[in-house]
């Protein structure tokens, strides 16, 4: 449930489908991954999964697959 | 630091802000429609106080605030013998604007006056800075004046400051009394470039607010489980957490983090905007009518968090205080 409110939220916030993006997807080629979108998705993450994700750590993501790859690290959850 | 000081009392709160409502969506020509609906959507911003008057002084504020204090409680200039002016926008660099304010509120020659360069920390800074005064015995009735006309220094081009940021200042009395208060201030210079207003010819504030932010999201639940626990109180029992008011979106997650109920975080930042040290008793003086009607004003947290970085939290009892609904400048 957690999860599908997760992806859910991304989804809202980069107004595209995560899931459906290519995993070597770059990030800095989504419209909306800017600061805004950065910060509100360490807010999310620690709101569904209780995850605490640095900004810095979040930087280092070049790709979708990073990003998620991250995520489930912290979380322990499988996205 | 850490200390609890005795035998003191905040009487009244009073606060005010520019009459002109500054509508964000306007920024549509300027950022695109979507754009800002987006950033609306996220902080919960949708307009903020900003002064059209280029003239607006954070003094001018603080003194309407301060004015009003005096005249609501019918307190006399004359016994006024402390002012701190907390603010990061004094009116000129010399001399203190806090001696300005001596002056422009009629206070005596043996007053008391100090500046202190503090933004959205300052008010519990200020506040500890009050009550020292008065237990040290130098003072008997304190005004902290807190506050910010920051329009000036706002980039027209800079998403991350123009959606969040308004004109703000209030008016704060302290004297002696029966309660104590508890106090916790924190600070770390590393964060300072994630905030900052540089001299020169570009004077324009800076923030880095996925920084702030995250430095927010870690200390503040930190510091209000430490305030809690020095004052031995439980958060239930706790009837207000009045945090600084940076965004609506923050608090909200914030008061999940913490496990609070809504009804003990009040909001006061949609209309408004982040008024930096103002912000804490901004969202007192809104929300005082319901606060009092619902007891929640005899176990009251505050914290506040910011430029620095610094950050503080007092626990207090604000049950015998006067707190008066916000003025518009000019009336």
Known sequence: MTKYYFLEQMNTLLEVDIKSLDKDFFLENLVLWDSLTRVSSIALIDECFGASISGFEIELCKTVGDFIKLIEKKSGVIL | MKCKINNINITAISCA??????????????????EVKRIINSTGISSV????????RASDLCWMAAEKLLSETNIPAETIDGIIFVSQTPDQKMPATSIQLQKRLGLSKETVTLDANYGCSGYVYGLYLASTLIAGGGCKRVILCAGDVITPHLNPLDKSVRFVFGDGASATLIEKGDSTMSFITKTNGEGADFLKLENGANEYLYMDGAKVMEFALAEVPLIVEDILGYHAWSKEEVGTFALHQPNVFMLNYLRKKMKLETAAVPIAVDGIGNTSSASIPMVLSHHHAALKAENRLKKVVLCGFGVGLSWGACAL???????????????
């Open chain 2, 17 to 34: 802000y520019p009459r002109e409502k500054f509508d964000l969506i306007t920024l549509a020509e300027t950022f695109g429609e979507s």
């Open chain 2, 49 to 56: 106080r900003r002064s059209k008057n280029s003239n607006l």
């Open chain 2, 317 to 331: 009892d604000l049950s015998n205080t006067t707190i008066l609904s916000p003025y518009e400048y000019p009336i």
